[in-house]
């Protein structure tokens, strides 16, 4: 099965492009072949401004995020795997989705679960999984 | 601003095609207009199965769901409100997403939420909302 991350990102990308906000994906650049400048890392993360405005040629494929972005006046080719990105969010009010994938996440998120179980039992009984 | 829920159920929709599960929607049927067989809701709530194979002409706007089903032989249009749309999820393995507004289901999110940023804190101090 295929992950959902790239189809989720795509519809957040969409959906704050149509609202006027300007979209931002927070990355782990350890996986990422690409030499940002260092000032704009902290703790191997970078911040992305993705906006129509801000870069250009974006695609969102199912494996790999690539655009063209400036830095310091130099055009550079961005190429990102999707298992990178850990969140897209809004710069104006931080609304999106995180995609971290790490123990104590899928923990907390599996505790939302079986507290969201508890609480709807006699409403539904299907069982859902919070995609993470 | 626009609800995200309507782009988030295109894109889980085209995940689960895309990965040959069948796509679900479980529906609050009361602000529904249409008369569904009395059988097939339950509490108020009816579970359409939305895949290719079972209904024809499927739009998902950004305000109604529309497609057109079979009931017991006869060809339904029809159009539900986004707003009545509790949660998107696959028959095979219940994966998807809800999109239950109720105060508990918000109130473990926030919980979660919180949770998370305590978990986080060293690694980024930007904040999050999980969308709803």
Do not use: C
Not at 20 to 28: G, N, R, Y
């Amino acid at each position: 099965m295929t992950s959902s991350t790239p189809y989720l990102i795509r519809a957040l990308y969409e959906w704050m492009t149509d609202n006027s906000l300007t979209p931002h994906l927070l990355v782990d650049t350890g996986d990422v072949d690409v030499q940002f400048p260092k000032a704009l890392i902290k703790d191997n993360k970078i911040v992305l401004n993705i906006s129509p405005t801000a870069i250009a040629n974006l695609i969102v494929g199912n494996v790999f995020i690539e655009f063209s972005a400036r830095f310091s006046g130099v055009e550079k080719f961005i190429s990102i795997p999707v298992s990178s990105v850990l969140a897209i969010y809004s710069r104006e009010n931080g609304s999106g989705m995180t995609f971290e994938k790490d123990e104590i996440l899928q923990e907390l998120f599996t505790v939302t679960r079986k507290m969201f179980f508890a609480f709807n039992k006699e409403r539904t009984s299907r069982s859902f999984h919070i995609v993470l």
